[in-house]
């Protein structure tokens, strides 16, 4: 989605928010601007297209001023151009504004100004606000530039973080949150705002994340005063220590972020269990867990509610905790949830899985069962993410900052955190043995090292095969039981990044309709690890070879029966059939990756696709 960079200090304003657009790139977007203070009027470039041709177009405005903003948009209202982008310009020139998210009443709010006599230049609903702060400047002459701000942030609705700066207010930037993030990061003598902390972090480790429904005025002179939007009160500012370092969010040595966060899945599946996980002692400490056992185990029941990859993360969940904790789960997108008037009660416990933290149909849903009065427990990545703020409790997943857009080792984290909750409330509630229990979390601690033979026994093979299917046109992903959401996600990876049509099914399902599509042009991933209905999974081989599909075929080593009717075979180490998602993802991580990368597509930024989706 939308990212937005601020600065105002001592350094080159033009290179922090460039570089800072850049840290933003894996949001996803289709054009972006710049624009810097003047001696009296705005320096300011917008094109359609990357930072790059931004770049092309503004390179003069390099070290001209110290203070500035830019903006990467993500089209909503209004097609990719340079007209549409941002920032924005008021009718008289003087305020420039970037946003993040959709002012939903734009359309009455521009009937009203049309009438008035503004006119506007671009589609969009930004421009709509900032020519509604000059409405609030006109009205009133006696009225301060923060005032105005917060004047026509009562008037709209909907979501935005924006940033404004006024040309008669040299040197001041006024900030405001609605459900899109924003954070401030505090320098010494400088201060930088941005989506997240990815563009700043290099230069402080202080910041402040606003929250829902404040803004801030952020000058040298006054430092950061921050308000509450809907009153003016002051509000106390939380300053946080950020935990990430600048060589985190770098590629290391690797061609594109998702192959480097593929590599990085033995650390952070061991991240996301180190201190939790006491195999010696047969103990799972999560915090958020701990403190709510009760909660959980009298729950009528929980519900997972998620997006993309974290649903098919949910899906896991459900079978982990209906299997070991034998508490009824329910697993809903959350965009279905929000709007359907489900049936919530006090007795819910409803689990909201996000990487981002960000997702605004997750958290919208999150915010409809908090209001029900259900337990809210939030599975997030990003720390101090708007739905890890809102939720009763939670477990972070710690797999450090995910950059490439389509979710990898985010994925296998949030599948560590639901094995280690279910394996908690199972042996809490006495559901599950102490010996299997004791079993169950030595094999989810040899994982990590699993992983990594993984990685490295694949690897080459898994390239070698995506030569062959560079030019496939559609894809069949089957599993069963636990490894049917591994052929959901599997599929969703190799569409969202190699733009080949590809469905996940399970396997039995195949019967009920896809069999149709089946012939020698039909490629057909199978992960049939022995543990887990392998028997059936050879009939359902049976079935395809006999219709001539080419399968590709995911097994633990020394498999043969799969293995001597597929036509590609890629080996994978044994581990409890629960945890053996985790182990598959990676072989269909690397088959997605390598196939898009040979199709000469923008693996790190697909089209279409953000990394935070704020907007629903
Ligand atoms: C797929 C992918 C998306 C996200 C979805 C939810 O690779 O990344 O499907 O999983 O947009 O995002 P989060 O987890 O941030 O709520």
Redesign the pocket.
């Known amino acids: 989605m939308c990212g937005i960079v601020g600065y105002t200090g001592f350094q080159d304003a033009y290179s922090v928010v460039i570089n800072g657009l850049r840290r933003l790139e894996y949001r996803g977007y289709d054009s972006a601007g710049i624009v810097l203070d003047g001696q009296g009027a705005f320096s300011m470039a917008k094109t359609k297209g990357k930072v790059d041709d931004l770049v092309a177009v503004s390179e003069e405005m390099k070290g001209k001023a110290t203070v500035g903003m830019g903006h990467t948009r993500w089209a909503t209202h209004g097609v990719p151009s340079d007209r549409n982008s941002h920032p924005h310009l008021s009718n008289n020139g003087k305020i420039a504004l970037v946003h993040n998210g959709i002012i939903e009443n734009y359309d009455t709010i521009k009937i009203m100004l049309t009438e008035k006599g503004f006119t506007f230049q671009s589609e969009t609903d930004t421009e709509v606000l900032v020519n509604l702060i000059q409405y609030f400047m006109d009205l009133n002459p006696e009225t301060d530039f923060p005032s105005a701000v917060r004047y026509a942030l009562n008037e709209v609705y909907g979501a935005y973080a924006i940033t404004v700066m006024h040309d008669d207010f040299p040197g001041l930037l006024v900030v405001g949150r609605l459900g899109s993030p924003l954070a401030i990061g505090l320098g010494e003598n400088e201060f930088f705002i941005a989506s997240d902390a990815s563009p700043f972090v290099e230069f402080t480790k202080e910041a402040i994340y606003l929250e829902e429904g404040h803004m801030a005025t952020i000058s040298m002179e006054h430092g950061v005063d921050i308000r509450s939007i809907a009153d003016n009160a002051r509000i106390e500012p939380a300053i946080q220590e950020l935990k990430f370092s600048l060589e985190q969010i770098e590629k290391g040595g690797y061609e594109h972020f998702m192959l480097k966060e593929i590599f990085e899945q033995p650390k952070s599946v061991h991240d996301t269990m180190r201190g939790r996980l006491l195999v010696d002692t047969g103990i799972i400490k999560m915090a958020g867990i701990f403190d709510h056992l009760e909660r959980f185990n009298n729950a009528g029941r929980i519900i997972i509610i998620?997006?993309?990859?974290?649903w098919h993360a949910g899906l896991i969940g459900e079978y982990l905790i209906e299997e070991f904790a034998r508490i009824n789960v329910e697993v809903e997108y959350a965009s279905e949830f929000r709007y359907r008037n489900p049936i919530i009660s006090e007795k819910d416990v409803v689990i909201a899985?996000?990487?981002?933290?960000?997702?605004a149909d997750?958290m919208a849903a999150l915010k409809l069962a908090k209001e029900r009065g259900a337990f809210i427990y939030g599975i997030c990545n990003v720390v101090d993410s708007s739905i890890a703020r809102i939720t009763d409790a939670g477990s972070y997943t710690h797999a450090g900052p995910e950059i490439g857009?389509?979710?990898t080792k985010?994925f296998t984290a949030q599948l560590t955190v639901l094995s280690m909750i279910a394996l908690k409330l199972g042996k809490h509630n006495g559901t599950l043995g102490n010996a299997e229990f004791m079993s169950l979390i030595s094999e989810l601690d040899a994982l990590p090292n699993k992983i990594e033979e993984t990685l490295e026994n694949t690897h080459e093979i898994v390239k070698e095969i995506s030569k062959d299917f560079v030019n496939s046109q559609n894809f069949l992903y089957l599993g069963r039981g636990y490894n049917y959401p591994s052929a959901l996600e599997g599929a969703?990876?190799l569409k969202?990044i190699s733009y080949i049509h590809a469905e996940g099914y399970p396997a039995a399902e195949m019967k009920h309709g896809p069999i149709a599509l089946i012939d020698e042009n039909m490629p057909i991933v199978i992960i049939a690890p022995k543990k887990g209905h392998y028997d059936k999974i050879v009939s359902n081989v049976q079935e395809i070879k006999a219709r001539k599909g080419k399968v590709i075929a995911v097994v633990n080593k020394g498999d043969v029966q799969v293995s001597s009717m597929s036509d590609y075979v890629i080996e994978i180490p044994e581990t409890s059939e629960c945890f053996s998602p985790i182990i598959a993802a990676l072989p269909l991580q690397l088959l997605a990756y390598y196939i898009a990368v040979y199709r000469g597509a923008n693996v790190d930024q697909p089209r279409n696709l953000a990394k935070?989706?704020t907007v629903e």
């Open positions: 998620a997006c993309g990859t974290s899985i996000s990487q981002s933290g960000e997702t997750t857009v389509a979710s985010a969703l990876k969202e935070s989706v």
